[in-house]
């Protein structure tokens, strides 16, 4: 599934930047192919246009914020939030601005300390949500924000992948004596998945300072849920009643790239378990499996041929077609693979 190629796509939502990212000024973004520049006005809101200027196309991310609008860096043209122009420095004050004198603008919001942007007048669905973030009796530890070189579909078929933990995490908490995948509840829901499982899982030393259990191997019960087409939210209960709520979501910047968001939302505290440790463990796992992931064909296919299957991989399989009925609901079919 070629991503740029399915308009469809443009009709969700995606976490596109951190907003302290934008404190320093705007940002350049790419989302689906196309190229935005989003910043902060002056009541600190977020706003997304299309990155270039409607009169000598330059890009409008090379300009700066002036009062709460975006200045192009060629002729000083302003922009607000709506696109539209509101000042031409070349033009006598009293002189109104013509109306087509506007970009593209896209709707932009702020959840979990990240600036949300959907590509289309009307999303088919409101941002995921995640009610943990907001709990007091959790933290958020912000991990990952990073280019990954892997489609977006990989990287949620990857997170529901029972059959990968005991070959590619053996130095995090994969237990390479029982590479037989455990089983899983599969729950199809109208707009994605969810899968609960029980997971044996071995703790290296870290791992057991991260978690409070000091055992070298423990199951964990994780409740998660695949939100069409490219957000994962993965619950997890330990033993000892810790609950690790995963976030991640592979934004996806063209046919080949997604932007990696990831972080917990955990109900220990920080005095109890640093953050350092339980962030430099889970990107020794994140590390591992993007040497896989990288190496895999960034065209996935929606349809069963061209690719071996195995019972563990009904998670991917059931993504897949509802993706494919997602696009053929829509009026779109997916591009075929090219030779």
């Known amino acids: 599934?070629?991503?740029?190629?399915?308009?469809?796509?443009?009709?969700?939502?995606?976490p596109v930047i951190p907003v302290n990212h934008l404190q320093r000024g705007p940002k350049p973004f790419e989302l689906l192919?196309?190229?935005?520049?989003?910043?902060?006005?002056?009541?600190?809101n977020p706003a997304a246009v299309e990155d270039r200027c409607c009169h000598r196309?330059?890009?409008?991310?090379?300009?700066?914020?002036?009062?709460?609008?975006?200045?192009c860096p060629y002729h000083g043209w302003?922009?607000?939030?709506?696109?539209?122009?509101?000042?031409?420095p070349?033009?006598?004050?009293?002189?109104?601005?013509?109306?087509?004198?506007?970009?593209?603008?896209?709707?932009?919001q702020i959840r979990y300390d990240y600036v949300w942007v959907c590509l289309h007048d009307h999303p088919l669905q409101p941002i995921p949500d995640f009610p943990e973030a907001e709990d007091p009796g959790f933290r958020v530890i912000h991990h990952f924000y990073q280019r990954f070189p892997c489609s977006g579909l990989r990287m949620m078929e990857n997170l529901l992948d029972n059959a990968h933990f005991s070959i590619v995490h053996t130095k995090?908490?994969?237990?390479?004596?029982?590479?037989?995948?455990?089983?899983?509840?599969?729950?199809?829901?109208?707009?994605?998945?969810?899968?609960?499982?029980?997971?044996?899982?071995?703790?290296?030393?870290?791992?057991?300072?991260?978690?409070?259990i000091f055992e070298e191997k423990t199951v964990r019960y994780t409740d998660a849920t695949w939100f069409m087409p490219f957000v994962h939210r993965g619950r997890i209960t330990y033993p000892n009643g810790?609950?690790?709520?995963?976030?991640?979501?592979?934004?996806?910047?063209?046919?080949?790239?997604?932007?990696?968001v990831h972080f917990w939302i955990r109900s220990d505290r920080e005095e109890d378990i640093p953050a350092a440790g339980i962030i430099e463990f889970n990107r020794m796992v994140v590390q591992e499996d993007e040497a896989i992931l990288q190496t895999t064909d960034w065209d996935t296919p929606l349809s069963m041929d061209g690719e071996q299957h195995l019972a563990a991989d009904k998670p991917g399989i059931l993504m897949r077609r509802k993706l494919a009925a997602l696009l053929k609901a829509y009026g779109e079919t997916e591009q075929r693979r090219q030779a």
């Not at 599934?1 to 995606?14: D, E, G, I, N, S």
């Not at 070349?90 to 932009?108: C, H, M, N, T, W």
């Not at 599969?186 to 609960?196: D, I, K």
């Open 1 to 14: 599934m070629l991503v740029t190629q399915q308009p469809v796509l443009k009709r969700f939502w995606y």
């Open 33 to 44: 192919g196309q190229r935005i520049v989003l910043w902060l006005d002056q009541a600190g």
């Open 57 to 71: 196309t330059a890009q409008l991310s090379k300009g700066c914020v002036v009062e709460g609008t975006i200045q």
């Open 78 to 88: 302003q922009f607000d939030g709506s696109g539209a122009c509101v000042k031409v």
């Open 90 to 108: 070349q033009l006598p004050a009293d002189e109104r601005i013509p109306g087509s004198y506007r970009v593209k603008a896209f709707q932009a």
């Open 172 to 212: 995090t908490f994969g237990d390479t004596s029982n590479p037989i995948p455990p089983q899983m509840e599969l729950e199809e829901l109208e707009w994605g998945l969810r899968a609960r499982t029980a997971i044996p899982a071995t703790n290296p030393p870290l791992q057991q300072k991260n978690l409070g």
């Open 242 to 260: 810790l609950i690790a709520v995963l976030f991640m979501a592979a934004t996806p910047i063209n046919d080949r790239e997604s932007q990696l």
